[in-house]
């Protein structure tokens, strides 16, 4: 079930499926962008029993900043006894998040349906 989107900000669309919140970071994350998304972020995570999916597939740069949000995003969502799940495919970004040890403790996912655990049609699957 989806529900209507909101753009708070340019960098920042959050929306609602299958009772997560997901939060689509677009563009160029950056400090700049990343002082705009902060505000936000911290009201949709700060939630007690917060289910959350960052989702970067929408993303053109990111960095360290993104990754300050992402730590954030995680502490905030876990601490109110939450669950977060990554959406990510971006090749430097994942290669950002491995070299950094935030892939252990936020594990990325290919696809928001594989984050949520929702298996694909029989006739549609990769191999994987």
Known sequence: MRQESASPTRH???RHHRGHTVLEFRGEIDIASAAEIAPYLDRETGRPGARVVLDLGGIEFFDCSGLRLLYR???QVLDG???VRLVCTHVL??????ITGLARLLPPWPTLDEALGVSRPAGR????
């Open 81 to 83: 006894g939450g669950q």
């Open 12 to 14: 920042l669309r959050v």
């Open 93 to 98: 970004t994942l290669r950002m998040l491995r």
């Open 73 to 75: 995003a995680r502490g």
């Open 125 to 128: 699957r990769t191999g994987r």
